[in-house]
């Protein structure tokens, strides 16, 4: 373990040396860069728009990452931010999209203002979250994709200034491509200068090279089941959102398209359905938040690859259980290693439940805008729909930030069986070995689903490999309610979860004592809020074994 953190921690050195060393001589000749006369083409932004945080920004207030920045009229940049994510989403100004809700000369100068102030006060300055790969990724794609709604009427000064910047900025990502983060990063770094070669009068060569990169992110982060390397179900939607415009403005260009491109997107479809609850949300692991639904229906209405979602990942390694209006999503997958495990979740074996319109059993799911803190927690086996033992995560985070809290111990196997009962039942067997060197226990896990979608039953298990555990080994299994669903004991085995529209599940556990416990959720979409979660405790070698059971009732 400790051979491997420290391997990581002099990696993690080197880079920030190096890209040091980067950063100074892009500094040094930043003056060389030429200018471009004019754009080609503003790519499409399929994100969603709100008029309202259009009109606030008008009004001299900033509504960003659950923050409310007031300004009276001047320049955010001249402030101190709220946040870090604050800062980062006003660094990278997403935020431009909601000011093409009017296109008038108003949002067109407050934009163009603030914008202009930013150039004023760090476009000369390669420094701080502006400058980032990733903030700078994000602005590029930003501005490229909305560049009309800030040059619209600008003086030939400013039109000048914004496209000398833009260039240097697509300089910039290109000599930080070798120093960016592995994961969804390096991937938008790739997007971002994909698009800046058409977007942008480029060489031949520039375009070319531009595409084969990209080509190399979809061979190496989009495994073959369409599932993102990092396990995150969110991450394929996001790249989705640059991918679709991407590819768009390949084609109304009349471009080659880079050879990955088509195939890659249709890759990634099925995983996206594959992790679509029946309320429209996006299944909560390894850091995944809540969705927009405007987001996510913008993407499936350009899906040509429509069918039932799969039943399994086998190279994501996740398990699906689907029958009626009952969706069971299991994780059944070790962590990603290294630094790709930078934002995975200690969440093996866990699951997620929905019925009709409703998510009853969730994950806690990732905060949107919270601290690090918050992060930290929301990664812990406790914060999933699993079982924790003696108050541990089934994997480890490093304790230093400088290697941004990878994963150092823990599931290292996992084994899954998945078959069909003769009774019909849909049935996942599974056991992880996170337990195995601290405390001498596997977990094992059964899910099961009928075919009618009305029962699905469960059974937790701990196992003694060799018999020398020598003291009790205590675990909880959770099972975190979502927020919308409220929670009443019937009796000491049973609880009744019920949804707003009146759907309701029995949860019950015979023989045990199934409790109700003050929860927190994460993922909610108006940031983090309370919520319930049932809980039942067992060991080793007293009570090795839970079975429970979820019956609808009405």
């Not at 090279?209 to 969110?234: K, M, T």
Request: net charge positive; glycine share 8%.
């Amino acid at each position: 373990m400790w051979s491997g953190f420290s391997a990581l921690y002099v990696g993690e050195a080197w880079r920030r040396t190096l890209c040091r060393g980067a950063i100074l001589r892009l500094r040094l000749f930043r003056h060389t860069v030429h200018a471009p006369e004019r754009l080609i083409v503003a790519p499409t932004d399929l994100r969603a728009v709100d008029p309202h945080v259009a009109e606030e920004i008008l009004n001299g207030r900033f509504p960003l990452a659950g923050r409310l920045l007031e300004t009276g009229g001047k320049s955010p940049f001249n402030f101190s931010l709220p946040s870090r994510a604050f800062a980062l989403r006003l660094h990278s100004f997403g935020w431009l999209r909601h000011m093409r809700t009017k296109k008038s000369d108003l949002h067109s100068s407050v934009a163009r203002s603030i914008v202009n102030n930013w150039l004023s006060l760090h476009g000369g300055r390669i420094e701080g979250i502006a400058w980032e790969i990733d903030v700078t990724a994000q602005r590029v794609i930003s501005w490229l994709s909305h560049s009309p709604v800030v040059l619209q009427n600008a003086d030939r000064g400013f039109y000048r200034r914004f496209l000398r910047s833009l260039a240097f900025q697509v300089r910039f990502l290109r000599r930080m491509a070798k120093f960016a983060p592995p994961g969804e990063v390096r991937f938008r770094l790739r997007i971002a200068l994909a698009m800046a070669s058409i977007a942008m009068p480029t060489r031949a060569g520039a375009l070319r090279r531009a595409a084969e990169a990209l080509d190399q992110e979809f061979d190496s982060q989009i495994l073959p089941d369409g599932g993102h390397i990092s396990r995150n179900p969110r991450v394929g939607l996001e790249l989705l959102l640059d991918l679709l415009p991407l590819r768009q403005t390949y084609v109304n260009l009349g471009h080659d398209l880079p050879q990955k491109l088509i195939s890659g997107i249709d890759r990634m479809y099925p995983a996206l359905r594959f992790f679509r609850h029946q309320d429209g949300d996006l299944a909560l692991f390894n850091g995944a938040t809540s969705t927009l639904a405007t987001e996510l229906m913008s993407l499936l209405r350009y899906d040509e690859t429509a069918g039932d979602p799969f039943k399994a990942m086998p190279h994501s390694r996740y398990q699906r259980l689907a029958a009626g209006r009952t969706v069971i999503i299991a994780d059944t997958g070790v962590p990603p290693a290294g630094n790709l495990s930078r934002t995975a979740h200690a969440g093996c074996l866990s699951f997620e439940m929905s019925s009709g319109r409703h998510r009853f059993i969730v994950n806690s799911g990732s905060p949107k805008f919270a601290g690090r803190r918050y992060v930290q927690i929301a990664r812990t086996t406790a914060a999933h729909s699993t079982v924790t033992v003696n108050d541990t995560s089934s994997s480890r985070f490093a304790p230093s930030e400088f290697v941004a809290n990878v994963i150092t111990d823990g599931v290292k196997a996992v084994n899954v069986d998945r078959a069909l009962s003769d009774d019909g039942r849909d049935v996942i067997k599974a056991n992880h070995d996170g337990y195995l060197n601290a405390f001498g226990v596997l977990h094992e896990r059964e899910l099961t689903l009928n075919a009618t979608g009305l029962i699905a039953t469960g059974c937790d298990r701990l196992v003694a490999l060799d018999d020398k555990v020598d003291e009790v080994v205590r675990a909880v299994a959770r099972f975190h309610a979502h927020p919308s669903i409220n929670l009443k004991q019937i009796d000491k085995e049973s609880i009744m979860m019920t949804a707003p529209d009146g759907e309701t599940w029995l949860f019950s556990s015979p023989g045990n004592e199934v409790l109700i416990g003050e929860d927190v959720f994460f993922a909610d979409a108006s940031g983090i809020c309370g919520s319930d979660q049932i809980e039942i405790a067992f060991s080793y070698p007293d009570r090795p074994e839970i079975r429970w059971f979820l019956s609808r009732k009405g």
